[in-house]
């Protein structure tokens, strides 16, 4: 059973769009990283604030398009960031799937690999690591 909420509360940027209607499940959390996540890679849009709050509360968007998002990121941060900012709440991904995307596991994998630099592991060995590595939705890489 899935907890709703009735509590109108946070920062009116980070308010996801079913907050408005004032019931709301934990998927809204999902949408206030969504929104994190988008101000940490594109900075706050102070100066476009408005138009920057309107393209994240509109179902049909185009999220490359917002204030501030740098052109040279992946295909896959665009992909995760869709999840987590998706307009219809009961179609938005909970925190478990979103982690499992192919952005932060490529992310993940990055992360195992400085840290075996660090330690001395050869770079060789990470390859054979990696070259064994599942991602965590069994989906297969490259697919």
Known sequence: ????????????????PELFQRTY???????????????????????????AF??????????????????????????????LLTYRHKKRKEAREIVKCEFAQFHKCAELMEETEENGISLEAVANEAAEFKPLNGSASGS
């Open 1 to 16: 059973v899935v907890a709703k909420h009735s509590t109108f509360a946070g920062s009116a940027f980070y308010i996801s």
């Open 25 to 51: 499940t934990h998927r809204t959390d999902v949408w206030s990283v969504g929104v994190a996540i988008y101000v940490l890679v594109a900075g706050y849009p102070t100066e476009c604030l408005q138009q």
């Open 54 to 83: 309107n393209m994240l509360q509109s179902a049909s968007r185009d999220l490359k398009a917002l204030p501030g998002m740098p052109g040279d990121l992946p295909e896959s941060f665009y992909t995760m960031l869709n999840d």
